[in-house]
């Protein structure tokens, strides 16, 4: 059984940061594609950033968070991270993260966790 789970998200003043962990079991963690998508209360959920499988050559963001979060990948832990600086309200959402054998900006992930919280004030 695949067990995404995300860990990290909290209550930040606007201009801070924070870093979201989401530990994998249950699958073979460097042959998969990790994500972190977000959702807003009354929105859809929205790509946020991607890290592609093994040795994370290669990396996306969205647009409204490139230059402030970071993605990275630690096989040896079975864990992916989102380092969030810079934090605005807008980024204010359920954080989840991802996984599937496909690096892709879309939605069609295999497996999801649950989310964690993350609330920024202004």
């Known amino acids: 059984q695949v067990l995404l789970v995300e860990s990290g998200g909290g209550l930040v003043q606007a201009g801070g940061s924070l870093r979201l962990s989401c530990a994998a079991s249950g699958l073979t963690f460097g042959r998969y594609a990790m994500a972190w998508f977000r959702q807003a209360p009354g929105k859809e959920r929205e790509f946020v950033a991607a890290i592609n499988n093994w040795s994370a050559s290669s990396t996306s963001y969205a647009d409204s968070v490139k230059g402030r979060f970071t993605i990275s990948r630690d096989n040896a832990k079975n864990t992916v991270y989102l380092q969030m600086n810079s934090l605005k309200p807008e980024d204010t959402a359920v954080y989840s993260c991802?996984?599937?054998?496909?690096?892709?900006?879309?939605?069609?992930?295999?497996?999801w966790g649950q989310g964690t919280q993350v609330a920024v004030s202004s």
């Open positions: 991802a996984a599937d054998l496909t690096f892709m900006r879309s939605q069609g992930y295999a497996y």
